[in-house]
């Protein structure tokens, strides 16, 4: 293939001028970890070669004519056309190594399609921009946020190793267990991907996907949200963390004492600087994104904080709106994203941060009366 | 063809209300000739062309180093979405409308378009459908932001204002669409000369024809969907919208029933371009014409029963992805037809490689690159790694740009000559190619490493795996972009000046086109030519 | 194909620059006018240029036309130009049947998928898990979330509808009749016939209306009633606008044989209208079978 060999020399003469490889550079999709993405990877080997295999006969033809019956050697033209046995060959010869390549290819989607058996159910659901993860019958329930600093993002930083694909919470999940995903959304359609599994589906709002996985070795997967869904679609990385079961189980009893923790947290009381340290905290990891870090918003999509009548104004409104977020709009519900105490520390940070210097404190406590006091308000919000 | 005999081209007598072109504003404004309306859709062509490519030279500046540089990356897909939208609709479409306008009529030996106010309303519905587009970026919130594809929500409930006037430039667009088509189709079947039977029609007016009940059957499905749009955002209906019963899938299934025969509607007359141009060069007739016209017909029929392969990730029942990826994979077969053909024709010829010559050759070649690693994303198991990748990007590129453009680059050369009455400035035409065609593979080929490698596509920034071959294709793109101001060049110069062309261009050419004077009369058979 | 007279093309001309303007000031002032419908952007300005694009669209029609009548009883066009017109006819109404197709499919694709499957039946079943107590149906009735108000109650597909069906293709039948009177040179007859055919239509289109009025004050059906509502307007609404069109092509064919245009020979206009009827017919036939009554 006379263009590869261009393309290559292309590569090489421009990879000496850029010089320098900072990180280890793949070429290739990875074989993952799982059994499905090896039976993955082999399929699409295979096909790669096959591939490679037929363009370098039709290549070889077609330079072969081009250097041998060019004009300029004297080549005359031989009228021929039309042989109903060349033509019936090259019609039937594909169509076999298409079915002899459809043969495996159904195999394979044929297992991914079998979730049946599963040991643990995991629901994911995509929120502009961060997936939630909650372990179905065990009462765990989090939020994975991107974490890369922004500063490394607009380039005032260092760039570290794991750039882009780190959030603060993993997804924790046992290795040689089956495990089934429960795939949805909360806003727009996203897709979770996880190379080295294999699975890349898409969550929609309002249905559920299914897919599941058996990951055989522990170790740190890493992948990205797969579907456009807005301005942050870029910044939603996914990270699978496996574990052996054994420590899958301490694991989970961890995170549900951390839970109760939060839950406690709410139930005493905090100083206005208390608030505003965690505030600022919770603001930057998951409002920043819309509203910017300092409150400035992206009018007429995201709202400015600074100056805003909802923040100076009337605190009952700033919390409804808060917890219950504003139907039709970006601005998602955030009740059921945050506990208690991190809702009350970042209102009142809005209300005191970049110049909002109205001076008052929302209580945790009184985010946990409003968060247990109605079933009503939420009917309220969701209209 | 080389039973083509024409008796009587007579191209210079003109009837009285038969005239030259109109001086001024007025004629392009008013024409209903079709090679004014056929230079008019080439410009207008190469104008978006340019506006989408210097898009797509701000895409890759962003991606030529992690971090974010000289866009937000609310702007920055609002640029991936517009560069996508422009190049398709206004780039290669109006392209290969205007080589229809300009070559039909004269290869089937019509004095015209059927309908030639409708041709001029066709052409000039465009212009004002891209203002609106463009219009876009300058209202507040934004120009649309969504994807070429706009999936709903994301282009209904989430989408900026600007959506509303998108989906009415979207609507106009259709129109002219389906008039062109409609008036191609209509030349196509009556106006053909005597003794031009369907079997004797070149094989781009043969690919017109299919391509125009493509455009037929499915714009109407485009204005559909969008019409859909339109009621769930301003008027609460619940199409893709599960609360009231609805489901954002059936936007991709109704979007994708109109975008994948848009594809092929784009590869189609390439096809048949290439079949004019391989022939010549190669003086001696095409292998298997009437396999190629099965073979393209072949690929249009298939076309409609493939579109899921877009969205093998929604989560569709098993049996559905099973029938979409067989369905898909059979296309190779077609395709295959027709690549075999051209390689057969250049087999025991007599080549030379003039600059269209150049062009077709590196469109078989890298076009059927293309084609291989759309027959990779065929196979619905592994599309689950590939798709939404810059694998995809890749693909579609390759398809697109050495496929689709490459065509219309090796179109206008070939036919250049015989617009202008002008040579081809040769050394020119090939500096042209060869920094094309170095560029367009330095651009597009690492993008399958870095698919490959798990880079996302539609993203501002990237993790640092992904840096090398991204600066790599950056260096490319500004390349291959910077080169296509020699095609300006060489086209403004070929309008302007050049030796005498003789009424056969080039050597090998066959067909009613090379019998009549370079450049062609204004009006080109009053009386038709007889074909025996 | 053969003794071809030669093809009349026409001079340069002005309706398709002024009539392109026209459409961009109607999609310009459409998308205006409705954002600002929905609390973005100047209502006022937009309906302006919406007006404005639509009166101009209105005397281009009437003038571009009316060049083309004179052209033709200049005796100008040949029967190959008349082919022309008849291709280009045939393939704008099948542009037609792929736009309601559209409709229709994302009507089967809810019907027998989207809902099933809210409702815990088939292979994505599991959605409902998110729709505790949501149960398929249809019509639908009770859309997933309750934030979606359902219809209390259907149009009864064997009152107006029916009625409307019978009045269709009746006309269909009228308008077969007024052609086979114009083959006939029987002018008077063509006239009443074409006028029994209009008459249909505005009596159609009056139920239809009447039905919608009902629909949204007493049934509650209406555009925001979840997807029945949705699909139920865009198909009738749909149709309802063509049957409109199609109404005002026969006045303008009947004004037409009125002023004795036409011949027992050479009647494309009128044809052209017929064939547009036969398919607003056909398409109310498929809307009364899956749209009312399955
Ligand atoms: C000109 C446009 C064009 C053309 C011609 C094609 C041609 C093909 N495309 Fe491509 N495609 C696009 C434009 C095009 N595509 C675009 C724009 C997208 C992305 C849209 C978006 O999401 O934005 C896309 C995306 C796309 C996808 C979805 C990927 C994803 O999002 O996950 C798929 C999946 O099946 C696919 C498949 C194919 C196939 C099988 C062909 C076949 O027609 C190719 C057939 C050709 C050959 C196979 C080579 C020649 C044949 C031989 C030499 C014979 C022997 C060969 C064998 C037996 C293997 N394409
Ligand atoms: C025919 C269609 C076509 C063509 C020709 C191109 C041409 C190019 N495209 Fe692409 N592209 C698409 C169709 C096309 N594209 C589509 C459909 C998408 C998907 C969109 C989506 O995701 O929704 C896409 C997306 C896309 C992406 C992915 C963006 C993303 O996922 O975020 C990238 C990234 O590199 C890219 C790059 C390029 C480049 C470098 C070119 C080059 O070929 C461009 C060459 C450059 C020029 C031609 C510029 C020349 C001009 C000058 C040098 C300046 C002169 C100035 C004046 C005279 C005023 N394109
Ligand atoms: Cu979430 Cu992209
Ligand atoms: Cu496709």
Request: net charge negative; glycine share 8%; proline share 5%.
């Amino acid at each position: 293939m006379g263009t590869i060999r261009i393309t290559t020399c292309s590569f090489m003469l421009s990879l000496l001028l850029v010089g320098n490889a900072q990180a280890a550079w793949t070429l290739n999709l990875t074989p993952g970890v799982t059994e499905i993405s090896r039976s993955v990877y082999n399929l699409h080997m295979t096909i790669f070669w096959i591939c490679v295999a037929i363009g370098v006969v039709v290549f070889s033809i077609m330079f072969w004519s081009i250097f041998h019956h060019r004009k300029s050697r004297g080549a005359k033209a031989h009228n021929f056309h039309e042989h109903t046995l060349v033509e019936v060959i090259w019609t039937l010869i594909p169509l076999g190594i298409l079915v002899a390549m459809a043969v495996p290819a159904t195999a394979t989607l044929i297992k991914m399609y079998d979730p049946s058996d599963a040991e643990l159910d995991v629901q994911i659901t995509g929120y502009q921009w961060k997936w939630r993860y909650q372990y179905l019958d065990q009462e765990i329930d989090f939020f994975s946020n991107l974490s890369t600093p922004r500063e490394q993002i607009s380039n005032e930083a260092q760039k570290q190793a794991h750039y882009l694909l780190e959030v603060d919470r993993h997804l924790v999940l046992p290795t040689d267990t089956k495990i089934r995903l429960l795939l949805t959304a909360n806003d727009v359609i996203h897709s979770w991907w996880v190379p080295a599994l294999a699975v890349k589906k898409d969550a929609i709002p309002g249905f559920i996907n299914e897919a599941w996985t058996r990951i055989e070795e522990p170790g740190i997967y890493r992948g990205q949200c797969a579907e456009l869904c807005g301005v942050d679609h870029g910044f939603m990385p996914v990270v699978v963390e496996a574990v052996p079961p054994a420590e899958f189980e301490q694991w989970l009893a961890d995170a549900r004492a951390q839970q109760d923790a939060a839950a406690a947290a709410a139930g005493r009381s905090w100083t206005l600087e208390e608030l505003m340290t965690e505030g600022e905290q919770v603001y930057q990891r998951v409002c920043a994104a819309c509203h910017q870090p300092n409150g400035t918003g992206m009018p007429p999509a995201f709202p400015a904080l600074v100056n805003s009548p909802v923040v100076l104004g009337d605190v009952e409104r700033h919390i409804d709106i808060v917890l219950n977020g504003v139907q039709g709009s970006a601005m998602q519900a955030f009740r059921e994203q945050l506990s208690a105490a991190e809702l009350a520390a970042v209102i009142t940070y809005e209300r005191n941060a970049w110049g909002n210097n109205t001076g008052e404190a929302v209580a945790p406590s009184r985010i946990v009366q409003l968060l247990q006091g109605d079933g009503q308000s939420e009917q309220e919000g969701g209209q | 063809m080389s039973t083509l005999e024409t008796t009587t081209v007579t191209g210079e007598q003109h009837e009285s209300h038969h005239h030259g072109p109109a001086a001024g504003i007025g004629r392009w404004l008013f024409t209903t000739n079709h090679k004014d309306i056929g230079s008019l859709y080439l410009w207008f062509s190469l104008l978006m062309f340019l506006t989408g490519g210097v898009m797509a030279l701000l895409i890759r500046a962003e991606l030529f180093q992690p971090g974010l540089q000289l866009v937000e990356p609310g702007f920055f897909n609002q640029m991936t979405t517009m560069h996508g939208l422009i190049m398709v609709f206004g780039a290669v479409m109006p392209a290969f409308v205007g080589l229809a306008n300009w070559m039909i009529p004269m290869m089937i030996g019509a004095p015209d378009m059927a309908l030639p106010r409708m041709n001029n309303w066709s052409f000039w519905i465009l212009p004002f459908a891209f203002a609106i587009l463009i219009s876009t970026l300058f209202m507040d919130g934004g120009a649309p932001n969504f994807g070429w594809t706009f999936y709903a929500p994301l282009s209904t409930t989430y989408a900026p204002p600007s959506v509303t006037y998108f989906i009415f430039a979207i609507h106009i667009m259709g129109i002219s669409s389906i008039m062109g088509a409609i008036n191609i189709i209509a030349t196509i079947l009556n106006m053909r000369a005597p003794g031009m039977t369907m079997m004797k029609l070149p094989l781009f007016v043969w690919s017109w024809l299919i391509t125009a009940f493509l455009l037929i059957a499915v714009m109407p499905v485009l204005a559909g969907v969008v019409t859909m749009m339109l009621m769930d955002i301003h008027f609460g209906t619940s199409f893709f919208n599960a609360a009231g019963g609805g489901d954002p899938v059936l936007f991709q299934h109704v979007f994708w029933f109109f975008g994948h025969p848009e594809v092929y509607i784009m590869i189609l007359p390439a096809f048949g371009i290439i079949s004019q141009i391989i022939p010549t060069f190669s003086r001696k007739r095409l292998f298997g014409y009437a396999s190629m016209v099965y073979a393209t017909a072949s690929i249009a029929i298939l076309s409609f029963l493939v579109w899921a392969h877009h969205m093998f990730t929604v989560g569709m029942p098993l049996v559905g992805e099973l029938f979409f990826m067989f369905a898909t994979m059979l296309i190779a077969v077609p395709t295959g037809v027709k690549v075999f053909n051209w390689v057969t024709t250049m087999f025991r010829g007599s080549l030379t490689f003039e600059t269209p010559m150049l062009f077709a050759i590196a469109f078989v070649v890298l076009f059927t690159i293309g084609g291989f690693s759309g027959l990779m994303l065929a196979i619905a198991p592994v599309d689950f790694q590939y798709h939404d990748t810059y694998f995809v990007v890749a693909h579609f590129h390759y398809v697109l740009v050495p496929g689709a453009i490459f065509a219309i680059m090796a179109g206008t050369y070939y036919w250049l000559p015989k617009w202008t009455g002008h040579q081809l400035n040769e050394c020119m035409g090939r500096w042209h190619f060869w920094l094309s065609f170095i560029g367009v593979n330095i651009t597009f080929f690492p993008m399958h490493f870095i698919g490959l490698a798990g880079m996302p596509r539609r993203i501002p920034d990237y993790a640092l795996q992904f840096a090398d071959f991204n600066m790599v294709a950056s260096i490319g793109a500004f390349i291959f972009g910077f080169s296509q101001l020699l095609f300006v060049w060489n086209v403004i110069h070929n309008v302007r000046s050049g030796e005498a062309a003789p009424a056969r261009v080039w050597e090998g050419a066959e067909g009613l086109e090379w019998e009549v004077a370079s450049p062609a009369p204004y009006h080109t058979f009053t009386t038709p030519p007889r074909v025996e | 194909m053969s003794a071809q007279a030669s093809y009349y093309v026409p001079e340069q001309s002005r309706w398709p620059i002024v009539a392109s303007l026209s459409l961009f000031l109607l999609a310009f002032g459409a998308g205006t006018t409705i954002n600002g419908f929905s609390g973005q952007g100047d209502t006022g300005l937009g309906l302006v240029l919406l007006l404005l694009g639509a009166l101009m669209m209105g005397i281009i029609l009437v003038g571009w036309f009316g060049n083309v009548i004179s052209e033709s009883r200049a005796g100008l066009y040949s029967a190959q130009m008349d082919r022309s017109f008849r291709w280009g006819m045939s393939w704008f109404i099948f542009s037609e049947v792929m736009f309601f197709a559209a409709f229709f499919g994302a009507l089967f694709y809810v019907r027998t998928l989207a809902v099933p499957w809210l409702g815990g039946e088939g292979e994505r079943g599991i959605s409902q898990m998110l729709w505790p107590g949501f149960v398929a149906e249809w019509p639908l009735m009770n859309p997933p979330s309750e934030s979606i108000q359902g219809p209390q109650a259907l149009v009864d597909p064997w009152h107006i509808p029916l009625l409307n069906t019978v009045l269709l293709i009746t006309s269909s039948f009228t308008i077969t009749l007024a052609h086979h009177a114009l083959l006939r040179d029987a002018r008077t007859a063509v006239a009443r016939w074409l006028l029994a055919t209009i008459l249909l239509g505005v009596v159609f289109i009056g139920f239809q209306a009447y039905e919608y009025v009902e629909a949204y004050t007493r049934l509650g059906l209406t555009l925001n009633a979840g997807i029945y509502g949705a699909t139920f307007f865009i198909l009738t609404g749909f149709h309802g606008l063509h049957v409109t069109l199609g109404t005002l092509m026969l006045v303008v064919i009947l004004l037409r044989v009125l002023k004795g245009h036409f011949d027992s020979q050479h009647h494309f206009g009128f044809e052209g209208v017929a064939w547009y009827w036969h398919f607003v017919d056909v398409v109310w036939i498929g809307l009364f079978l899956f749209v009312y009554v399955i």
